[in-house]
């Protein structure tokens, strides 16, 4: 069983577009996250979510707003896709409100591709 | 902000080769992780340490943080290329949602 899936894997759209990526975490964790990883593998907090609740809110364009129906879900929604929001997305859970000393899992990543 | 600096930033080596890969804040963290990530995956979590000064020993991997806790050292022996991907340090900031600041990585790459 995989403990933090995401779907889908790879997506290729146009400019202008409205995207969605779903993150789902069978592990029973409480906290989730997004992070944006640009070409150059550099890994950056986007959001997070405690049972959920929105608890981390990086400087991202409003046209970023993440979902969480229930605490083993938490979806990604791009409104306006620009050129500059390509990059490889990953979800991770972790048990406990945070990740100071506790074990981030990472989904497998949404590859974004705007053309 | 809180900045984490990795060196090198890419690292191409023989199989049987030891390697050093270090992270510098001039930030105090409560705590730091090391995490391996291999194309196509997310990164998967090595080791964290809390402690200044402690060193943690995963099989040839040994890490070290720094006495201040600003800075982090991993260091493999005898390198294999089932070590080859990117390695990433991680600090938390010890707020109160232990936010994750994530280095920029290096990549290692152990040729046969």
């Known amino acids: 069983d995989t403990a933090v899936s995401q779907t889908p894997k790879y997506l290729v759209t146009q400019m202008g577009n409205d995207k969605s990526i779903k993150c789902e975490q069978n592990l029973g964790h409480d906290t989730m996250y997004w992070y944006k990883q640009d070409s150059k593998k550099f890994l950056k907090i986007m959001f997070s979510?405690?049972?959920?609740?929105?608890?981390i809110n990086e400087t991202v364009p409003n046209r970023f707003s993440p979902k969480s129906p229930d605490k083993a879900h938490l979806n990604l929604h791009i409104n306006s896709l620009e050129l500059g929001d390509s990059a490889v997305y990953f979800c991770?859970?972790?048990?406990?409100?945070?990740?100071?000393?506790?074990?981030?899992?990472f989904g497998p990543g949404t590859r974004l591709t705007v053309l | 902000t809180q900045l984490l600096e990795q060196s090198p930033q890419f690292l191409s080596i023989q199989e049987g080769e030891n390697l050093t890969v270090y992270c510098n804040s001039s930030s105090v963290f409560s705590s730091l992780q090391w995490y391996r990530q291999e194309p196509g995956e997310g990164p998967v979590l090595l080791v964290t340490?809390?402690?200044?000064?402690e060193v943690k020993k995963l099989k040839r991997l040994t890490f070290q943080f720094g006495d201040a806790r600003k800075d982090s050292s991993l260091h493999i022996t005898a390198a294999q290329p089932g070590d080859t991907g990117l390695y990433l340090c991680a600090g938390a900031d010890g707020g109160s949602n232990y936010k994750l600041t994530f280095g920029k990585g290096t990549l290692l790459t152990v040729n046969p």
């Open positions: 979510y405690n049972n959920k609740e929105l608890i």
């Open positions: 991770a859970s972790s048990q406990v409100r945070g990740g100071g000393t506790d074990t981030q899992y």
């Open positions: 340490v809390v402690t200044g000064g």
